[in-house]
């Protein structure tokens, strides 16, 4: 798996609604503690972003650099059903999914969409390293997206912050 898997990876994950999935396995990788139950599917999907190119230490460090800004600039292609939850509505082409299956409905139908969105994530990241105007942009925005995310867990979003900008700072040297 090479780097432009792994954000068409964590792309995928957004525009499924899975976004607080991503914030979940952002802070297990900074050390943040998470629940119990979320930890077997962090840890699963984990390992699935790690493969025999890709060691869980460059996983884990990719996911901490890409994680924040697929979660800001990626909007879900899902709205949720109003009789019945657990159906989900595809924004873009108007399809009643099962939540279940929501994730293979992107990936079949909506690739031009996923291409795009990794793409504009990649790039994103080029000028986060090379403009830091950029970068307090991007943290000015990001904190109204993660409230709408994480709103009941505001130690997560303050360490999510912290994590981030330790991040950028880092890369930025």
Not at 96 to 104: A, C, G, L, M
Not at 157 to 168: A, N
Request: hydrophobic content about 40%; glycine content about 2%; charged content about 30%.
């Amino acid at each position: 798996m090479n780097v432009q898997e792994f954000v068409r990876t964590l792309v995928i994950k957004a525009l499924s609604g899975k976004s607080s999935l991503l914030i979940a396995l952002y802070a297990y990788v900074n050390g943040v503690s998470v629940d119990e139950k979320i930890k077997y599917v962090i840890r699963t999907f984990r390992q699935k972003l790690s493969s025999s190119t890709l060691s869980v230490l460059e996983a884990e460090r990719l996911a901490s650099m890409f994680i924040p800004i697929v979660v800001i600039g990626v909007e879900p292609l899902t709205a949720v059903h109003k009789k019945r939850d657990d159906i989900y509505i595809c924004r873009i082409c108007g399809s009643f999914i099962d939540r279940e299956n929501f994730e293979n409905h992107v990936i079949r139908k909506h690739e031009d969409l996923i291409e795009r969105y990794t793409e504009l994530v990649i790039q994103t990241f080029r000028k986060i390293v090379n403009d830091e105007e950029l970068f307090r942009r991007l943290r000015e925005q990001s904190l109204p997206k993660l409230e709408k995310i994480v709103s009941s867990d505001e130690e997560l979003k303050k360490i999510f912050m912290k994590t981030f900008e330790e991040r950028i700072k880092w890369i930025l040297g």
